[in-house]
């Protein structure tokens, strides 16, 4: 790979240094517009699951029950701002009296923004959106979903476990569909000694929206929404 300075153009070298410096500046501009519209919407809970399904669909409309209930408890509700289970959040926390958040983003199938946002943030870096969804929320649940949520929990789960990042719940939603993944965790990942046994415990699985919303407030029973001075300082550094 060339150096900069080792290009004759100058012209070239000129545009080739131009467009990272405004890609950069781009990158800033997304967590500076984010830092702006969520740095008080607290507390808030982070819903993922599968952009596929459909209204009708179970998950769908469980989806809805829960963002609406979290939202009547007085937690604004994070989605991505797409269809399927982030159309359901967003769905729910609208119809509730707390903010219904969307960070969009755009992709070349799957997503596009749905009408049930309070509060939206486009983005064009994947990396700046994961940081928003992780540094504001107070909760994380996973609806069933695909590779998109199993990054976001693989994440969460390693922002915990490495404390970097807050100690929030993570709560999956749907037994029957969890079960697999944490029985391989237990077989594969624990038994190989490639994670420990209260990582295991990080996460809590459930079948009803209203067992999520009071897990949540079991959680924090001991503490206060907001993040210790520690877990502050390790925010700014995801």
């Known amino acids: 790979m060339p150096q900069l300075r080792s290009i004759s153009s100058p012209e070239r070298s000129t545009s080739l240094k131009a467009r990272e410096s405004w890609h950069i500046l781009g990158i800033i501009s997304e967590f500076v517009e984010a830092t702006e519209k969520l740095a008080a919407v607290r507390p808030a809970v982070s819903i993922f699951g599968s952009a596929r399904v459909r209204p009708g669909h179970p998950w769908y409309d469980l989806t ?34 707390s903010p219904s958040v969307g960070l969009n ?31 504001y929320a107070t909760a994380f649940i996973a609806v069933p979903g695909g590779f998109g949520t199993l990054d976001e929990l693989a994440e969460m789960l390693t922002l915990i476990q490495t404390k970097m990042g807050r100690h929030i719940p993570v709560i999956l939603i749907g037994s029957s569909f969890w079960k697999g993944l944490l029985d391989w965790m237990r077989d594969a990942l624990l038994a190989n000694g490639l994670i420990d046994a209260q990582d295991l415990d990080l996460m809590k699985i459930v079948d009803e929206p209203a067992q999520a919303v009071e897990a949540i407030f079991d959680f924090y029973q001991a503490r206060g929404f907001d993040p210790t001075a520690q877990e502050g300082e390790n925010l700014l550094y995801l």
């Open 64 to 97: 809805v029950d829960l963002a609406r209930r979290l939202s009547e408890a007085g937690f604004a509700v994070i989605s991505g701002g797409g269809p399927g289970v982030m159309e359901a959040a967003n769905r729910g926390g609208f119809e509730g009296p």
């Open 105 to 135: 983003i755009q992709l070349p199938h799957e997503q596009v923004g749905n009408d049930y946002q309070d509060i939206s943030l486009f983005f064009r870096h994947f990396f700046a959106r994961k940081v928003a969804f992780a540094k």
